[in-house]
């Protein structure tokens, strides 16, 4: 099946995110989004440490952005570049050291 491997973020909206879905669907293409936080060597070192039990029980965790967050113009015409941007890495890394988080 081909494939479409976009970049973040997908559209500038949800509305249109949602519209492109069965655009690929229709076609036979597999739209898939890339995630690229997790080859970071940081966060592939937590996860090592999380995993082998070094820090041992983890029972809180967070992410903090240490960076500036308009690098690009096009990032700052949309606003609220960290939560629209950003926060997709840090919810993904969240899961890859956690697990998908269960709902019950």
Same mark, same amino acid.
């Given at each position: 099946?081909?494939?479409?491997?976009?970049?973040?973020?997908?559209?500038?909206?949800?509305?249109?995110?949602?519209?492109?879905?069965? &655009?690929?669907?229709?076609?036979?293409?597999?739209?898939?989004?890339?995630?690229?936080?997790?080859?970071?060597?940081?966060?592939?070192?937590? %996860?090592?440490?999380?995993?082998?039990?070094?820090?041992?029980?983890?029972?809180?965790?967070?992410?903090?952005? *240490?960076?500036?967050?308009?690098?690009?113009?096009?990032?700052?015409?949309?606003?609220?570049?960290?939560?629209?941007?950003?926060?997709? %890495? %840090?919810?993904? &890394?969240? *899961? %890859?050291?956690?697990?998908?988080?269960?709902?019950?």
């Amino acid at each position: 099946m081909p494939e479409i491997l976009a970049q973040k973020p997908l559209a500038l909206d949800y509305a249109d995110a949602l519209a492109a879905v069965p &655009c690929g669907e229709d076609t036979g293409i597999l739209l898939s989004v890339n995630q690229n936080m997790r080859d970071d060597q940081s966060v592939r070192a937590a %996860h090592h440490l999380l995993a082998t039990g070094t820090l041992g029980e983890p029972v809180f965790a967070t992410l903090d952005l *240490r960076g500036i967050p308009h690098w690009q113009p096009w990032q700052a015409e949309i606003g609220s570049a960290s939560l629209k941007i950003m926060s997709i %890495h %840090h919810l993904d &890394c969240m *899961r %890859h050291w956690f697990g998908d988080p269960n709902r019950t």
